[in-house]
């Protein structure tokens, strides 16, 4: 049995095998990941998976081209595939209904399972999404174009993803520098420039986003230099059955820089 925390459990999904994390017990939950260089499902929400799995069952699988999924050589990606995948893998899992969390590239595919499949969606959350059109910040600019160093990765950690820069430690650096040489030829195939059209691409049209009739939670750093803020006010406006709650002094990890707080939020509305 492998050490490494990354490492969950493997599902056959389509043309993929997905690496994913199946956690306590009750009404599932599944935990969708952002973009950045090096992620996976446990880099992303390893701080708030176990505190979650007191409550519900935790679903946090690697989309194909990250973490530990393996995909089939030559793959290319889009919301298509990734789309695929999610619902191949909830039926692998055997997971009829689920609720839904999304951070950044992950929400734009939670809308993506809502507006296409809304049978499977109970509640959807959605934390600093992408989903709507805006134009290509700087730090989702230099997100995408990461080309690999370790002083290139503690930059976009430091001053591009955390509020407070003292969160990030040298280690955690280095482990996710080393995580995205893993990944970064599929990585690097995903996003070139210009990247406005993968913004675009990732975006869904606002009759689609209306039709969304599952209740949904809006979650925002204020101060996200990645995904602004102007788009879940405009989520918020054009989804029925929708809150939102924004954190100050917050950036694009709302799930590590305020972790209690995001665990709170998301067990009060899933019930």
Same mark, same amino acid.
């Given at each position: ?5 990354? !490492? ?5 999904? #389509? ?6 994390? $199946? ?11 952002? @973009?950045?260089p ?20 935790? &679903?946090?699988? +690697?989309?194909?081209? =990250?973490?530990?999924t ?11 595939v ?5 619902? $191949? ?6 997971v ?8 950044? =590239?992950?929400? @734009? ?21 992408? #989903? ?8 989702? *600019? ?39 040489? /893993? ?5 690097a /195939? ?10 675009? @691409? ?8 209306? @039709? !969304? ?9 204020? +101060?996200?230099?990645?995904?602004? &803020? +102007?788009?879940? &006010? /405009?989520?918020?406006? &054009?989804? +029925? ?26 067990? *009060?509305?899933?019930?």
């Amino acid at each position: 049995m492998s050490t490494n925390p990354e !490492i969950g459990r493997l599902a056959q999904t #389509g043309a993929h095998i997905t690496n994913y994390h $199946d956690l306590g017990e009750g009404a599932p939950l599944l935990l969708l990941h952002g @973009s950045g260089p090096g992620v996976s499902a446990f880099a992303n929400w390893r701080l708030v998976m176990g505190p979650l799995a007191e409550r519900v069952r935790v &679903l946090a699988p +690697d989309f194909a081209g =990250f973490g530990y999924t393996e995909s089939p050589a030559g793959q290319e990606f889009d919301q298509a595939v990734w789309l695929a995948q999610l619902v $191949d893998f909830l039926d692998a899992v055997g997971v009829d209904r689920v609720s839904v969390v999304g951070n950044s =590239f992950g929400g @734009s595919m939670a809308l993506a399972l809502a507006i296409h499949h809304p049978e499977r969606v109970e509640k959807l959350i959605l934390m600093g999404a992408v #989903g709507v059109p805006f134009e290509l910040t700087a730090g989702l *600019d230099a997100v995408w174009g990461y080309e690999p160093s370790e002083e290139t990765m503690g930059r976009l950690m430091r001053e591009t993803f955390a509020y407070d820069p003292g969160l990030i430690t040298d280690d955690m650096v280095r482990g996710r520098y080393t995580a995205s040489l /893993r990944t970064q030829d599929a990585f690097a /195939r995903m996003f070139p420039a210009p990247r406005q059209r993968w913004v675009d @691409s990732m975006a869904h049209p606002d009759d689609a986003i209306r @039709s !969304i009739a599952a209740p949904t939670l809006l979650i925002h750093g204020r +101060d996200d230099k990645v995904i602004p &803020l +102007d788009t879940s &006010l /405009r989520m918020l406006h &054009l989804i +029925d059955d929708a809150r939102l709650h924004v954190f100050g002094r917050c950036g694009h990890w709302t799930q590590i820089e305020y972790a209690g707080d995001f665990v709170r939020l998301v067990l *009060d509305f899933v019930g």
